[in-house]
């Protein structure tokens, strides 16, 4: 009588490991293919695209902003780093924001940005007319 539980357990830990055995290789099957289809439709993808191009974000074509955000770039000159020319008045960047006579620029108007790079595409000014 214990031989017979001793093979009846074995038996049932072997069925147990066996089935354990095939759910694992299934399961590990479908990770193969999925990970192969993953990278065929990447590379399919990546050939397809142009290398040359590159996404932006759009600028309006009617963009402006109020006189409150053209005196707060005044206050942040020295973390933009470029000079600033509001209606053809220019801030140095190297001036003391704090000293700054910004009473000429209303705040209820709106003034259209210009940005002025150099060659290498570096800004260079800030302009608001």
Known sequence: MIDLENNASEAIG???AVSVFIVSLT????????TGDTIQ?????NTHS?????????????YS????????????IRE???????NGMIYSNSLDP??????????????????VRDTNGVLTMLRFH
């Open 14 to 16: 072997h069925s147990f």
């Open 80 to 86: 933009i780093g470029v000079d600033i020319e509001v």
């Open 98 to 115: 704090t000293t700054l006579n910004v009473s000429a620029i209303d705040l209820n108007k709106k003034y259209t940005p210009t940005y």
């Open 27 to 34: 399961l590990s099957l479908y990770l193969c293919s999925s």
């Open 50 to 62: 142009d290398n040359n191009m590159y996404s932006t974000l759009k600028v309006p074509m009617n």
């Open 65 to 76: 902003v109020s006189g409150s955000e053209v005196r707060q770039s005044l206050y942040t």
């Open 41 to 45: 439709k990447t590379y399919e993808m």
